[in-house]
């Protein structure tokens, strides 16, 4: 097994995009366009859409988490953990509740540039929250023509940066030592657009043993080459180190001191290290014929340490202190042509994909917070090939079809260079499928619309599900993909005052990605799959303005996730029982004031969710809450001079309740406790060049 990897070809996640007129195809190019997208077309979509924009993205928050600007999105349930260390835990549709760290089930990208491992696993800190202009969030069935997922896709667009040259910062504070500043700087430059920034933050954290810094830096480059085509070179960094864990509580840790940490915690002094860059570029050209071509290629590396909270150091159970030598990249080449077929306007988008990571594993002792021993030492490698395609017909007027077929074939290969334990922990599994998808969308008028679509999804386990077995540390290739069948039917009106959206959809899961049961011989959990499980629900938003500046928005999300069938390792069946870490009934609410001509904004939001079960046998759960929130900001122009001062209050009552679940904590260690009352204050400052 090679042990470097250097990636040719091409990378991305294709989006929908380019209504022009209704006599004409609805465009679905095999590319994301940078800076593309439009809220005009999505009448025209047969799924599920919502967008954030710049003011969503930056209302008089942190901007630290992306949960801050996705909590307003219906059928996403978006929570800080309040441990940086484990990054946000991110669900859509019931689909990733499971995850104890990064995302599963969603695919994140930011301009055309994957930020999901070709294994599913994602981390939504690598966003640019600083520099995005718009976040667009799919559901439905058509999503999973767009890669290894199942519960849509998350992805980020950054701004064009202003004509003149700009040059902005925001500083803030806040409760329990918060910390955060960036420096922003875009400009047009001839033909070259650059827009770049960096930001740290810290903070002491609401829990103790929580103490986290992490620094961020960006730059996107783009030129115009020509009037056919454009490059855009995108670079991330992240740095965070020595993020300490806080862990999970159990339920009577929880009532004793809801801001501890377990003495674990401080007995192996848990914590994680991250250091994580990447580069894409992304280059479009649209030929005389019509014909656009896109072609994308990205790569990075991803170093990370991490002290569990048990020592590791019994035979075969792989070590408390994790390291990781991850690099990665791949690509995608597309194509588009706008043509005619059986007389009808056609749009057919083509491409082939291929992504790789390879890491190198080593476990060791955890002696009390110092790394031991070598008990782990293996090179694992990942790599997926696609091939897709799709299609948009203009059936009439106010009829469009989109149809599609993506073939996704993912390897896992795993090299065990650690045999002093007297075995040999390689593996090789491989899954392959093709996912089919059809939508329908119907314009009844100008302002309404409705539609209906079918398709499969397709989820592989990661490597980290896969790294563990339940009799100890090794690659586990008993443990399948997940394959999901799913329907939605779906309503959406648009006028000058009002945006409603209202989407029914049901899917049916074979091999569901579970939790197993706590391992007392690792100390970790492990993973198999639950036979079959069905998630049902209804997804409402409507957003409304009213006289003098006062606009109103509500999204609810009634969700039934269930299992139909499910027998645990150890014979105990689970039919008929949530699945946990999803609730039922979850809600946003938002009353907003902003007085035209005046430059100031006020806001009250309330959001909140019913019961939440922490395990399969459904016998541990957080109770249901709700709370409320206050923001506050200001925008006053001096010359080429702009002052934007903003408060928040959050959890205006005091309320005490659990913010997110571990599910199947090991040690019974499921709860993740939300601050109390809460603040935060800062001040925004821009400078323009005219």
Request: charged share 20%.
């Amino acid at each position: 097994m090679p042990r470097l990897y250097h990636t040719l070809s091409a990378a991305s996640i294709s989006l929908l995009s380019g209504l022009l007129h209704a006599a004409e195809p609805l465009s679905l190019p095999a590319q994301t366009i940078l800076g593309g997208g439009n809220d005009d077309q999505d009448l025209r979509l047969p799924l599920a859409r919502h967008t954030l924009d710049s003011e969503r993205i930056h209302a008089a928050n942190a901007g630290a988490n992306l949960s801050e600007p996705l909590q307003r999105v219906p059928g996403l349930v978006a929570l800080n953990r309040q441990n940086y260390a484990q990054d946000l835990q991110i669900s859509s549709r019931g689909f990733g509740a499971r995850s104890q760290f990064g995302v599963r089930g969603v695919r994140l990208v930011q301009d055309g540039i994957p930020l999901t491992m070709p294994d599913g696993q994602g981390q939504p800190a690598l966003f640019d929250l600083d520099g995005l202009q718009r976040i667009e969030v799919l559901r439905g069935p058509l999503t999973t023509l767009y890669g290894n997922a199942s519960g849509g896709i998350i992805q980020g667009y950054t701004g064009e940066a202003p004509f003149h040259p700009t040059l902005d910062t925001r500083t803030l504070i806040g409760s329990d030592g918060l910390w955060r500043s960036r420096l922003r700087y875009g400009g047009q430059h001839g033909d070259l657009n650059i827009s770049a920034n960096v930001s740290r933050l810290e903070t002491d954290g609401y829990r103790d043993h929580s103490e986290t810094r992490r620094d961020i830096a960006n730059l996107r480059l783009g030129w115009d080459l020509d009037d056919a085509s454009s490059l855009t070179l995108l670079i991330n960094s992240l740095h965070q180190p020595g993020t300490q864990d806080p862990l999970g509580l159990t339920r009577d840790q929880l009532r004793q001191d809801r801001r501890q940490a377990p003495p674990q915690a401080e007995t192996f002094d848990t914590r994680k290290s991250v250091t994580h860059n990447q580069a894409g570029i992304n280059y479009q050209r649209r030929l005389g014929n019509d014909d656009l071509l896109t072609l994308m290629v990205y790569g990075g590396e991803r170093d990370m340490q991490q002290f569990l909270g048990f020592s590791g150091g019994n035979p075969g159970a792989g070590g408390g202190v994790i390291e990781l030598d991850r690099r990665f990249g791949g690509g995608e080449l597309g194509w588009q042509r706008d043509t005619r077929l059986f007389d009808l306007p056609v749009t057919l988008a083509a491409g082939i994909a291929y992504h790789y990571q390879g890491e190198q594993r080593r476990g060791f002792v955890n002696e009390q917070g110092l790394k031991g021993g070598l008990m782990r030492d293996e090179f694992n490698a990942v790599d997926s090939q696609e091939a897709y395609l799709i299609s948009t017909w203009q059936l009439a007027p106010r009829w469009e079809l989109v149809a599609g077929l993506r073939h996704t074939r993912v390897e896992f290969d795993s090299d065990d260079d650690f045999l002093a334990d007297g075995q040999d922990d390689s593996g090789h599994t491989r899954s392959q499928r093709a996912n089919p998808a059809i939508g329908l969308n119907w314009n009844w008028t100008p302002q309404l619309s409705l539609y209906a679509a079918l398709g499969q999804g397709f989820e592989t386990p990661t490597f980290q599900e896969l790294a563990y077995r339940e009799d100890g540390a090794g690659m586990n290739p008993a443990l399948k993909p997940s394959v999901s069948r799913d329907g939605e039917l779906g309503l959406k009106w648009r006028d000058d005052q009002t945006r409603l959206d209202l989407a029914l959809f049901h899917s049916r899961v074979r091999d569901e990605i579970v939790t197993g049961p706590n391992q007392v011989f690792t100390g970790r959990s492990t993973y198999t799959n639950a036979g079959r499980s069905t998630r049902r629900g209804i997804e409402f938003s409507i957003e409304q303005d009213f006289a003098h500046g006062v606009s109103g928005y509500l999204a609810y999300t009634w969700l039934d996730a269930s299992y139909d069938s499910y027998e645990n390792a150890d014979g105990t069946r689970y039919d008929g029982n949530r699945l946990p870490g999803v609730p039922r009934h979850s809600a946003y609410a938002e009353l907003l004031w902003q007085p035209a001509g005046t430059g100031f904004h006020t806001a009250i939001e309330a959001q909140g969710m019913s019961r939440r079960y922490a395990t399969d046998d459904n016998l541990h759960s957080a109770s249901g809450y709700g709370v409320v929130h206050w923001r506050a900001g200001y925008r006053h122009q001096l010359g080429n001079l702009t002052l934007e001062p903003f408060a928040r209050l959050e959890n205006l009552t005091d309320r005490d309740y659990v913010g997110s679940l571990i599910v199947n904590g090991a040690g019974d260690r499921y709860y993740e406790p939300a601050p109390g009352r809460s603040w935060l204050a800062g001040l925004g400052v821009q400078y323009q060049w005219r």
